[in-house]
């Protein structure tokens, strides 16, 4: 069974959060920096690079 709920209360159920995994988005200025460069990091060439060489360790992970 699978249940998605999504909230803009700041204090979730004490019932709920002893019943349910609870997971927060971090939406701080920081975060977002973050993926702004990382997003920008991987349209390079040594990103193009950095993907390649993770699909072939995925790979090897996969096929042992």
């Known amino acids: 069974m699978a249940l998605l709920l999504t909230t803009t209360a700041r204090d979730i159920d004490e019932e709920l959060m002893n019943r349910c995994l609870v ?37 090897l992970h996969q096929n042992a």
């Open 23 to 59: 997971l927060a988005v971090d939406e701080g200025r920081e975060q977002t920096r973050a993926i702004h460069e990382r997003q920008r990091a991987s349209r390079t060439l040594e990103g193009l690079f950095d993907k390649r060489e993770r699909q072939a360790l995925i790979a």
